[in-house]
C-alpha cells in the first residue's frame, strides 16, 4: 500500500490543522490498522494516534489525548487526523502508516509492526 501524506504547514499556537493520508490508486485500506506518528528534530519517532479498520477504535498517545481526532473514511481510503489546540512540543514531521489487519477492531500503537509508511508532512507550530 502506497500512502500519500498531505496537510501539514506552519500555523500559530492555538490553532489548528488537518492532516490525510491517502491510499495510491485508490488501494483499499478496510483491512488495514493505520497509524499517525511523528517525530520532532533530534528525537525518536512516537506514536501519536491509531485507528481500527472499521474506524470503531481509537487509540492516542497521552500528549494529544483531547487535542487529536484520528478518522478513517474507507469509501474514500483516507485516514485523517485532526490536530486542535495546537501547540510548539507538536512540531514535528508526521507520518501515516499502516497495517494488514484480519481483524478490523483492534488498533496497533507499536511502530515495528507496521510496515506501510507515508513519506511525512511538516507541522510546525509557532509560539
Known amino acids: 500500500v502506497q500512502l500519500q501524506t498531505s496537510g501539514g504547514g506552519l500555523v500559530q499556537a492555538r490553532s489548528f490543522l488537518r492532516l490525510s493520508c491517502a491510499a495510491a490508486s485508490g488501494r483499499t485500506i478496510s483491512s488495514y490498522a493505520m497509524g499517525w506518528f511523528r517525530q520532532a528534530p533530534g528525537k525518536e519517532r512516537e506514536f501519536v494516534a491509531a485507528?481500527?479498520?472499521?474506524?470503531?477504535?481509537?487509540y492516542y498517545a497521552d500528549s494529544v489525548k483531547g487535542r487529536f481526532t484520528i478518522s478513517r473514511d474507507n469509501a474514500e481510503n483516507t485516514v485523517y487526523l485532526q490536530m486542535n489546540s495546537l501547540k510548539p512540543e507538536d512540531t514535528a514531521i508526521f507520518y501515516c502508516a499502516a497495517v494488514f489487519s484480519r481483524s478490523d477492531t483492534i488498533v496497533v500503537f507499536s511502530a515495528p509492526q507496521y510496515n506501510y509508511w507515508g513519506q511525512g508532512t511538516q507541522v510546525t507550530v509557532s509560539s
Open positions: 485507528v481500527s479498520g472499521n474506524g470503531g477504535t481509537t
